[in-house]
């Protein structure tokens, strides 16, 4: 089993390593919660051990993105502290379990084993096929009661192949699930003389053959080994099959089929061989040989390929085929006929049905699951098709509304926020009119460039119509997402768009901003408002992005947001415009003395929410205002925030009634971050 450590303590992180790499697991260590992020993007793990005090990302939120993406991998919280507080907040994060670094290793180790038995596949601590066991908790394998003297890979190949035995693992998969990603890399020849060593220990106790060829496909513990057998051998001519020994149904066994097939025929044996021969390729199989039953059943099933035989008493199959066809919601399931009728007139009436395919019977084994995976790789790949914008390569609005609808769950599950975005390029019919679709099309394609490499993997894109995109952010408010799209709209804005040799256009985007559950709970309320406050944003002219709180602001309301006062710069000019396009309500004042002027005495002009005050402004400096200020009450009423080049006056502005301070000039992205906290935004 494949296990990830996340741990920036290095002497806990090497002990914890070897004691799980003597007991016979893969082990992928990460010093920080970035990198364990893209080990786990780069390999699939049984179990993820996290410490929650982390660089870069940590354990907590690590959990929240691991979960928000779908991954269902067990997660163990490790952290020195072992407060109720801290626990709660590491399960409700939807981790599985919580020690603190303080627990004895035995006692680790043992709630390793326990997690790693929760999954679906590892009911018990002895895993048995046939003649065969696995000992989980003394990593000892043994056959017909002897034991086998293993090497750790050997045991990992023999576990992986116990955990899954209805499974033909690839070479690939084996690499991936045996191999960490600091091992020496391994290659096919490496996996060969794996496979053939391990045949020479089963060889000692007359099991050479246990690990089965699939040729072309990979390796798998061989049916005629395990001691179940069908009791019904299928003998009839009627079933001509080149595959390997018939395999038996393991008892209590629960995997996870990679799709489901439902079969429909009057003949039993027909079914039972059919259910036989396809589970143990990962396909969940449901019969069934009364056509009564047969549209509650797909009701019930919603299969990803259907069976059919052509005659069946009181149904016919073409028939039944023309009326799945006819019917919308079934016409693009995959429709394969099984037929002892090989005359040309009924293959022309099976396929003027709209059959995808038959099957002539004998049946021929290798044929039937050959033609069955290849219309089941046919429909994904139309389906993935049909779910992406052909112009962007991203989700359209059918399949990404599933992937939010998916998030907004996760949200509610663990009272999370979740934030959705509309947004629409700027001007795009305008641009398409003066300068053509080539020029629309090649903004629209870095846009949805510019978004998948900005926001994070876990986020979902999608283009719905038009020049209208739709992104959902899992875990982030309604604020970091109006900051995390001005950054996005920032970048945009630096590209030029070469119109032709002398001329090129730059181009911007509105957007709508909203969160749950406060804006809406559920998909259609929450796109809703944020189509209507992107409306909000056009009437603007566009290049700004508006939460769903925004508000138009009264001319005669002298309420402002933010009041800005800077001496005329570069520096001032570019925080009005971040001000601007975030959609805050803000004035700028150039002077002490028009500042005073405006904002103190009995009927000041303007009030704000926060005033930004500049140390040396002309004519009146910023610390006299603070006094001006401090005077008639405006600290009270306004949050002050000082702007200094210099800390030695920070304590002198804070007396004088300053709730905090920024210096300045600083990154555009980190003044807005540090304003946005103060506001409680």
Known sequence: MRILLVDDDEIFSNLLSCNLTEQRYTVDAATDGQEGWDFVESASYDLIILDVMLPKLDG???????????????VLL?????????????????????????????????????????????????????????????????????VLNLTAKEYALIELFMQNPQKIHSQSNILSQLWSLSDEPASGDTIRALIKRSRQKFKTVNAADIIETVYGLGYRLNPAFQKTQLSNKISQPLLVSAASPHRSKPKNEVTTPDATIMVLDDDQLILRFLQTLLQPWGLQVITLNNPQQFWSQLEATTPDLLIL???????DGIELCKNLRNDSRWAPLPIVFLTGQRDTETIQNIFAAGADDYISKPIVAPELITRIFNRLERTRLLREYAEKDSLTNLPNRHRSSQDFDRLIYLACQYQQPFC?????????????????????????????????????????????????????????TRAEGVEWLAQVLEVLRNIDFTINDTESKNVTFSAGVTQYPEDGKDLQTLYQTAGEILEKAKDLEGNCILPATWKSRRSQFPLMDVILLYQDSQFATSIMAALSRRGYHAHWLKDGKTALDILTGNKPSLHAKAILVEENLPLLNGMEILKHFKREKITQRSKVIWLSEQLMEVEKAKNLGCVDYIDVPCNISAFMLRLRQVLGG
């Open 309 to 315: 035989d052509v005659q069946m008493p009181d149904v």
């Open 60 to 74: 907590i939120s690590f959990c929240r993105r691991l979960r928000a993406k779908g991954l269902q991998v067990p």
């Open 78 to 146: 490790l952290t020195a502290r072992g407060t109720s507080e801290d626990k709660i907040a590491g399960l409700d994060a939807g981790a599985d379990d919580y020690v603190t670094k303080l627990v004895p290793l035995p006692e680790l180790e043992a709630r390793i084993r326990a997690l790693l038995r929760r999954k679906p596949t590892t009911l018990s601590p002895v895993l048995e096929w046939g003649n065969l066991q696995l000992n989980l908790s003394q990593c000892e394998v043994t056959y017909s009661g002897v």
């Open 420 to 476: 959705l975005a509309v947004l629409t390029l700027d001007n795009l019919a305008q641009i398409n009119r003066n300068y053509g679709h080539r020029i629309g099309d090649q903004m629209l394609r870095k846009l949805a460039q510019i978004l998948r490499q900005e926001l994070r993997n876990e986020d979902i894109i999608s283009r719905w119509d038009g020049a209208e995109f739709v992104m959902g952010m899992y875990g982030i």
